[in-house]
């Protein structure tokens, strides 16, 4: 039995529309947290996949798609490359691989920043988890619609 | 210099990944696949020389030294099985250039060899039990969907009996990380190798220790939990099961060889005494599952399951000369082995058929071709001058010194059996006339599978005729596992910038 997607009721898309941008921006949220307090790349990687996924459930294909605007086998690539960059920074630099580097940076709006390689391999890790958790269910939303 | 040791799982990690981004271009991704799996090789070449100049060679990342941090470390078995990955991979790169459908290539079909091929090198090269467990998952993950790939009946009831073995086995090997850890506070090798000793645990190392040999011996597929393998590896197109048939066995028994020379070494004459059980019934089992098949590549399968066996009698026995031995197996065994799924597939390609009974012919219209097969094919059987000869006589030897005799007989027969399956699919396949509603195809074959099938042939009477190089790096890995002290020192203690 194939049930259609777009069979969906109102009270979802309604709630869809309003909490794909909440959770999207909670999802950055868990992001940037993630290095001294509970979150990161994994969990919220998981939270953005999950609010498109939503989305997708309460719309269609197309326009789920459309909200992600790149194929999501690529988010895996590129999230794979930039965790890599982070780890060969250290190499670049004289360390081992992995090794974390820091810069301090001033930011007009935002102040005083403390970057480091360890939020590049967690954004590397968010890109990884977004692409293969969409990949699995796009897929298999495909072939529900035939 | 230290990134060397990383080079490895990094060239097909970017690989893989450059290689998602290239999706849409088949092009590109199969020009990927031969440049990333080029660049593994000789990646595990230079870390082989510098590993036989420079010894042990160790990667502290992120320069959190160990135990706290997971250290990377290369010895010459490390670096040996390294460069056989390297050798298989691109093989396999190679070969699946003109044999791999379009749709596989379109399904993701590169990315996930090179992430296996990653996975698998990671297995070489780390030093600590819980990063291992990652890079099972690694190569595991990868290594299913290749195998479920082609969405054939049969492959998915293999594939369904790989997954739920080897997710087993894996959840057996978490549960005793878990032990483990409990027990010493320390996953690290070489600081376990330090520890444990020291540990007045009444045997509770030891028998997590068992559970460790049970969960390898699955991922091994040595008796007797072995025959996921048979069941599976025949269904997967030629170039991935050459690929498996090369490495993912080999993952497992390089664990046991690594975790029972360094960490679980305290009751020897049990744990070994296990092993050398497991090891005779593997050889003789296997050879004789072998003989019941009519498909070739299942007869190459339950004898890549014997063969098994003879690995673990290295192990087993725990002298010098049989470790030695052991690690030549290893080496003659890769690319024999491999090469004998790779030729199955070109004997499918002209007969169209793996079924014994439906081929023939081959040796009047392929004569070159028939050669070629007949090296592997002797090799296996322990022909001498060949690697196979080399490899066996060296496990009997260790068997006499060891005076052990039954596993002696048990070599012995295996041998018997071995050459017995292998001659039926010599007369069957080569010299009966070919059926009459199949005759043997006219067409050329495609220059790569030439290169892939006389590249590693070659490989094989190289190993056959020149014993010594390849015996001395055996023997100084043997010893490098017996006294693993410098290991230790250079895990535990490695420079940091």
Same mark, same amino acid.
């Given at each position: ?91 670049? =630099? ?22 480091? =390689? ?20 796009? =897929? ?7 | ?20 981004? %290239? #999706? ?19 990646? &595990? ?6 590993? @036989? ?40 790169? /190679? ?52 195998? %479920? ?9 293999? %594939? ?23 027990? %010493? ?34 991922? &091994? ?6 025959? #996921? ?40 004459? #049990? ?87 439906? /081929?023939?012919?081959? @040796? ?25 000869? @080399? ?14 005799? @039954? ?50 042939? &070659? ?14 790096? &055996? ?23």
């Amino acid at each position: 039995m194939r049930r259609d997607l777009r069979s969906s009721s109102v009270i979802l898309k309604a709630a869809a529309q309003l909490l794909l941008p909440l959770l999207l921006l909670l999802s950055l949220f868990l992001l940037l947290r993630g290095h001294h307090e509970p979150g990161g790349g994994f969990i919220g990687g998981l939270v953005a996949a999950s609010a498109i996924a939503l989305h997708l459930f309460a719309t269609d294909m197309r326009s789920a798609r459309g909200v992600l605007r790149v194929d999501p086998r690529s988010l895996m690539g590129v999230g794979l490359l930039v965790a890599l960059l982070a780890g060969i920074v250290g190499p670049l =630099t004289g360390g081992p691989l992995l090794a974390g580097r820091w810069v301090d940076l001033t930011v007009p709006i935002l102040g005083e920043l403390h970057l480091g =390689t360890p939020i590049l391999f967690d954004v590397g890790v968010y890109l990884v988890v977004v692409g293969s958790v969409l990949t699995f269910v796009l =897929t298999l939303a495909e072939t529900g619609e035939g | 210099m230290s990134l060397l040791v990383a080079l490895p799982f990094l060239i097909p990690m970017v690989a893989g990944s450059v290689s998602l981004l %290239a #999706w849409p271009s088949r092009r590109a991704q199969r020009a990927i696949a031969v440049v990333g799996t080029a660049g593994q090789l000789i990646a &595990a070449v230079v870390l082989l020389v510098v590993v @036989w100049n420079d010894g042990i060679q160790v990667l502290a990342a992120g320069a959190w030294p160990a135990p706290y941090g997971i250290t990377l470390a290369t010895d010459l078995l490390s670096a040996l099985m390294v460069l056989m990955t390297g050798i298989t991979g691109f093989a396999a790169a /190679l070969y699946s250039l003109p044999t791999i459908s379009s749709r596989m290539e379109r399904n993701g079909y590169y990315p996930l060899m090179h992430m296996l091929l990653a996975g698998v090198a990671g297995v070489f090269l780390t030093t600590d039990l819980f990063n291992l467990y990652v890079w099972f998952e690694i190569l595991l993950l990868a290594s299913f969907a290749l195998l %479920a790939m082609g969405q054939e009946r049969a492959q998915m009831a293999g %594939a369904l009996k790989y997954v739920v073995l080897n997710l087993f086995s894996s959840a057996m090997f978490l549960s005793a990380l878990g032990l483990l850890y409990g027990l %010493a506070g320390t996953l690290n090798m070489a600081d376990l190798a330090v520890k444990l000793p020291a540990l007045d645990d009444g045997g509770r190392v030891t028998l997590v220790s068992m559970l460790f040999m049970l969960a390898f011996s699955i991922k &091994a597929a040595s008796f007797p939990l072995f025959f #996921w393998l048979p069941a599976s590896y025949h269904t997967a197109p030629v170039a991935v099961s050459a690929l498996f048939a090369g490495l993912l066995t080999k993952v497992g028994v390089y664990s046991l060889y690594r975790t029972f020379t360094l960490v679980f070494t305290e009751d020897v004459p #049990w744990t070994h005494g296990w092993l050398q059980v497991s090891a005779g019934f593997t050889m003789v089992v296997g050879a004789l599952g072998a003989l019941a098949q009519t498909d070739i590549r299942r007869t190459f399968a339950f004898l890549h399951v014997s063969q098994i066996g003879y690995m673990l009698m290295g192990l087993a026995l725990f002298t010098p000369i049989a470790l030695a031995a052991g690690v030549f197996y290893f080496a003659h065994h890769i690319i024999m082995k491999s090469n004998l799924f790779f030729l199955s597939g070109v004997i499918y390609r002209l007969g169209g058929s793996y079924r014994r009974d439906e /081929l023939g012919g081959l @040796w009047t219209a392929r004569p070159w071709l028939s050669l070629v097969f007949l090296v592997p094919a002797l090799s296996l059987c322990g022909i001498p001058p060949l690697s196979g000869f @080399w490899g066996k006589l060296l496990i009997v030897r260790a068997g006499v010194d060891a005076g052990s005799g @039954w596993l002696l007989a048990a070599v012995l027969v295996t041998s018997v059996l071995t050459l017995l399956a292998v001659m039926r699919i010599w007369a069957d396949v080569f010299w009966k006339a070919a059926p009459q509603d199949r005759p043997v195809r006219r067409a050329p074959l495609p220059v790569m599978l030439w290169v892939v099938t006389v590249g590693l042939a &070659a490989g094989t009477l190289w190993i056959g005729f020149t014993v010594e190089p390849l015996w001395a790096l &055996a023997e100084r890995a043997s010893a490098q596992l017996l006294d693993p002290s410098a290991y230790i020192e250079a895990v535990l203690s490695p420079e940091l910038p």
